[in-house]
């Protein structure tokens, strides 16, 4: 079993998550305003072994999926 958790702005996710997911999380954490980055945290999520990062306000991104939800 994988437990997630919530993990503040700038959390290394390094170890869950490949190299183009971690780009997304950088890039969508660049969008914060500052306001944002102190407030803002990640819920980490498995979805059939994958993780799920769903920014609090802002996007869920998945592994594999170009797509935020």
Do not use: K
């Not at 998550?17 to 780009?23: D, F, P």
């Amino acid at each position: 079993m994988m437990l997630g958790g919530r993990f503040d702005v700038g959390h290394d996710f390094s170890r869950v998550a490949s190299a183009e997911l971690l780009e997304r999380i950088a890039q969508a954490e660049a969008d914060l305003s500052d306001e944002q980055r102190q407030s803002a945290r990640w819920t980490l999520t498995w979805l059939e072994g994958s993780p799920v990062l769903a920014l609090d306000g802002g996007p869920t991104l998945r592994e594999g999926s170009a797509e935020e939800y």
